[in-house]
């Protein structure tokens, strides 16, 4: 099986992914991308109470500071409350199993990202042509997101319609 050039680009990140994804294990891989999501989620939703006890205690009304503390607060409890299951995770003896897990979540969630990206890079490369169709042709793991994009994305040629015109 040959490799393109295109292919050693996409395989890097994948890497990446198990590595962290193996090193952190699934649960707090999990609690980590919790913890943004809810951080952010939280940070619109409740700045404001952080931001009234700010004003009150400190004089300070920035929204920015609220919603940045309140972020914070969010993110760091998630993973910490990550770090104390995964914690438990290793005393029952599972910890080999949470890694692989881990590294399984870490390539999925970075295949992901490849698939949007790549729907971004498609859509460049039909005006800019960065990288010609037989080099994307010749590429094994190009092929493989494009697959998966169109399964992850069933509306992905509505999408690329609507974006090339």
Known sequence: MDFSYIDLIILIPILFGLYKGFT???IL?????LGLLLGIYGGVKFSHITSR?????????????????????????????GKLLSKFVDVLALGFVNKLAGAVFGVGKIVLI????LLFFEHLNQKFHFIGNDEINK??????????????????????ENTTN
Do not use: H, M, N
């Not at 891989?29 to 991308?33: D, F, G, Q, R």
């Open 29 to 33: 891989s999990l609690a980590t991308l």
């Open 53 to 81: 006890f700010l004003f009150e205690q400190f004089e300070i009304d920035i929204p920015l500071v609220a919603f940045s503390i309140t972020f914070l607060i969010l993110v760091i409890g998630v993973y910490l409350l």
């Open 114 to 117: 490849l698939v949007v990206l």
């Open 139 to 160: 590429s094994q793991l190009y092929a493989f997101l494009k697959q998966t994009s169109e399964a992850v994305f069933p509306y992905f040629e509505e999408l690329k």
């Open 24 to 26: 952190r294990g699934f």
